[in-house]
């Protein structure tokens, strides 16, 4: 079965610090995607990154960065010099590639991120 | 652009009130998908449509009734809701590529109220 777990419910750091949030993934599809959404308080998902499960090469963008290592089926989020704007919810989420699922998204519990002036 | 709209953003209704929230998407993606989230909670996948037929129904009560009148739209019809079903509903569409998976696009959600 697939799952995903992000054992960090709730974290608050003081703005530019640099903050990290773990996602761990269970499947045994061999080819699967990977995602980050952040959900501010308006509520909307805002979608962040996908990787697909052959891209290992991890990504920067701005002050986001994600660490993707099958080896310990982990894909972490980390943002740099944290802004207040960033102070979310941040969900990750797994689907499947192939198969009748219709891309069903497999979301982790989701970690809150307050950022304090 | 990577917009899906709904509306409406706020909705208070009685247990005996019919409402419908509508969702819409001009990006010509295949798949619209409905989700429920409730407060501290991941959202819940409720309904996929893929070109414009239900897909998956994930075991959700009759009182929820979806429609896709076309590839841009999809309604979800609410009678008799019960105060438990209040909730986020969020709206997502993904262009459905054949062999592979693509992103889901998310709308800003209707923050429903039971009373």
């Known amino acids: 079965a697939q799952k995903v777990t992000q054992a960090q419910t709730e974290i608050s750091v003081v703005e530019k610090e640099d903050v990290t949030l773990d996602c761990v993934y269970e499947t045994r599809d061999t080819t699967y995607y990977l995602f980050w959404y952040k959900q501010p308080p308006s509520g909307e998902l805002v979608f962040l990154i996908r990787r697909n499960s052959f891209d290992e090469q991890n990504e920067i963008s701005g002050r986001y960065s994600w660490n993707f290592q099958k080896s310990t089926s982990s894909f972490n989020f980390t943002i740099t010099a944290s802004q207040v704007v960033d102070s979310a919810v941040y969900f990750c989420a797994l689907s499947e590639a192939f198969g009748n699922q219709g891309g069903k998204l497999i979301f982790g519990q989701g970690t809150e991120l307050s950022v304090k002036p | 652009d990577t917009e899906v709209t709904q509306t409406p953003k706020h909705l208070v209704m009685g247990m005996t009130n019919k409402k419908s929230l509508k969702c819409e998407q001009h990006m010509g993606h295949r798949a619209m998908y409905w989700y429920k989230q409730k407060a501290k909670k991941p959202p819940e996948l409720m309904f996929v449509y893929s070109y414009e037929k239900l897909s998956i129904n994930e075991s959700v009560p009759s009182r929820f009734s979806p429609e896709c009148p076309n590839s841009s739209l999809l309604n979800l019809h609410l009678h008799a809701l019960q105060p438990e079903d209040s909730a986020l509903y969020l709206c997502?569409?993904?262009?459905?590529?054949?062999?592979?998976?693509?992103?889901?696009?998310f709308g800003p959600g209707t923050r429903l109220t039971v009373l």
């Open positions: 997502a569409s993904r262009n459905q590529l054949a062999g592979g998976t693509d992103t889901q696009y």
